[in-house]
């Protein structure tokens, strides 16, 4: 009975300390979440978007990436063509999007991405064109290769259309590691 009660109080001082440590940091905190730039990339695509149409999920419909270049302080390479973004219309009017590819880079590593984002048309008095877009990546890149950190974090990115999308259709995509 003593070693059960000695436990107890022991775990319940534990947990206060931890309460106490906790709530001297604000979690609301400004710099609750540091990132660091990875890369930015301008990936072309399509002209012609694949249309299902209206699917069981909702609008569904599929953008064929042809191209494009990678350049970071740790990266450097190209988007290789044969990749697609998998749209789907949301009924809410959101779009989201599953984008994979892969990324050949310049000394010579495959690097497989995957791309979770969300367009939604959020107009401002400033900007009525506004869309907040975001996304979440992953990569899966070789193991021993100088790029096998990116197996290892978190990833979230910006994406925007390029500067001349009616006659050269591409977007760039901005990308930061969560540290």
């Given amino acids: ?49 694949a249309t299902v149409g209206q699917s069981k999920y909702g609008e569904r419909g599929i953008v064929w990436i042809t191209g494009g270049d990678v350049k970071g302080p740790k990266i450097k390479g190209s988007v290789m063509p044969g990749g697609g973004d998998w749209q789907l219309g949301r009924p809410d009017g959101v779009l989201d999007l599953t984008a994979r590819y892969a990324i050949k880079t310049d000394d010579g590593h495959t690097i497989v991405v995957t791309n979770n984002a969300l367009i939604d048309h959020r107009p401002t008095e400033k900007n009525p064109d506004y869309d907040y877009v975001r996304s979440v990546l992953s990569f899966e890149a070789p193991i021993g290769s100088p790029y096998e950190w990116m197996n290892k974090s978190i990833f979230l990115g910006t994406v925007e259309r390029g500067p001349n999308f009616k006659t050269d259709p591409s977007v760039i995509i901005r990308v930061w590691e969560v540290l």
Avoid: C, G, Q, W
């Avoid at 009660?5 to 534990?14: E, P, Q, R, S, Y």
């Avoid at 931890?18 to 540091?34: F, G, I, Q, V």
């Fill in 1 to 49: 009975m003593k070693r059960l009660t000695l436990l107890l109080m022991t775990m319940v001082l534990a947990m206060t300390s931890m309460n106490a440590l906790s709530a001297e940091k604000d979690p609301n905190r400004d710099n609750r979440l540091e990132t660091r730039f990875v890369y930015e990339s301008h990936v072309s695509i399509d002209k012609n978007r």
